[in-house]
């Protein structure tokens, strides 16, 4: 039976298929949106006799776990948003041409970017906003890309080594832009386990956060993840199994523009400002926390015919789906 907090968190039982003893142990699974994504919180005992604490049942202490580390998320979200006109990150687009105030947290963000940018030889660059916001991704078939002029003019509002990051404050150039969205969906499931591992350090813990995931240290019992094959989607390519650590997937089979029977990937070239050619259907890398696996992700990714390449010379084990 599923229930649904006032926050929006929907909760269900989660039994473990994986134990097949007489006896086997019971948990709970949270589901709720955020980053335009479908995301789930699940818990698993890692003793069939875990009790209650404080006077509270075990659901009700999962549940408030869940509750906080939704909040957590959607926190994260709310900051990060682009598309949104209180969040932050639109704060400082909307500042640009002026030195802004920043905290910790932004500043930790930025310089992570930063290294993304330096390791990408310039191919991750989060000031690439002003040519994303052309591409009309997932608006369907009658979206139409944007034109040769409007990418050209817009490449001359792109180029992180021309923002200016001092202590706490940032200098962003007039008319530039910055985009979080390789970075924030996998921050927030660091997060959100660190919450999770906090207040519920007898459980199996697993975050999902559109496909972007980690579990909590020395589970019990591994995760069986299956990724999902972009030729079918919905359908598992390859079950794996996830004991620690993060997996994160980067693809375009979901996000893409079809028009006049071409079809462009999300995936943006800010040297160019068009789709990266020869890029994978999908690329998923193994990390110890979900921001590096998703950075490595999206960084082969961006490497196109040379992903494989990439993500060996940096060690990482990964699973590429090509066409």
């Excluded at 993304?116 to 009309?136: H, M, N």
């Excluded at 020395?218 to 650590?245: F, M, N, Y």
């Excluded at 523009?257 to 070239?269: F, S, T």
Aim: aromatic share 6%; charged share 20%.
């Amino acid at each position: 039976m599923s229930l649904v907090s006032a926050e929006g968190l929907s909760l269900s039982p989660l039994l473990d298929e994986a134990i097949v003893e007489e006896h086997a142990r019971a948990g709970l699974k949270g589901e709720f949106m955020a980053m335009a994504s479908r995301c789930e919180f699940l818990a698993r005992p890692m003793q069939a006799d875990s009790k209650a604490q404080g006077g509270q049942s075990v659901d009700e202490r999962v549940a408030q776990a869940f509750d906080r580390a939704m909040a957590e998320v959607k926190r994260i979200e709310a900051k990060y948003n682009r598309f949104s006109e209180s969040s932050v990150l639109t704060q400082l687009n909307c500042g640009a041409g002026d030195w802004q105030a920043i905290d910790e947290e932004t500043l930790g963000l930025l310089r992570f970017a930063e290294h993304c940018y330096r390791l990408s030889q310039g191919k991750f660059d989060i000031t690439a906003e002003p040519v994303l916001a052309l591409w009309p991704f997932g608006v369907g078939e009658s979206a139409t890309p944007p034109s040769d002029c409007q990418i050209c003019a817009a490449l001359k509002c792109v180029g992180f080594e021309r923002l200016i990051i001092e202590d706490l404050r940032l200098y962003l150039p007039d008319g530039m832009g910055i985009d979080l969205g390789g970075i924030a969906k996998e921050y927030a499931a660091d997060k959100a386990i660190e919450i999770l591992s906090r207040e519920l350090p007898e459980y199996d813990l697993l975050v999902n956060l559109g496909g972007d995931m980690i579990a909590s240290p020395g589970c019990e019992q591994p995760w069986q993840i299956g990724i999902e094959d972009p030729h079918k989607l919905d359908t598992p390519a390859r079950v794996v199994t996830l004991k620690s650590g993060a997996l994160a997937t980067s693809g375009h089979s979901r996000r893409y523009l079809l028009h006049q029977g071409k079809r462009y990937g999300h995936i943006i070239d800010p040297g160019t400002g068009y789709p990266i050619i020869g890029a994978p259907l999908s690329v998923s890398v193994f990390a110890p926390q979900c921001v590096v696996a998703g950075m490595l992700a999206t960084l082969a990714m961006l490497q196109g015919e040379v992903a494989e390449d990439f993500l060996s010379r940096q060690g990482a084990v990964h699973h590429i789906i090509r066409g």
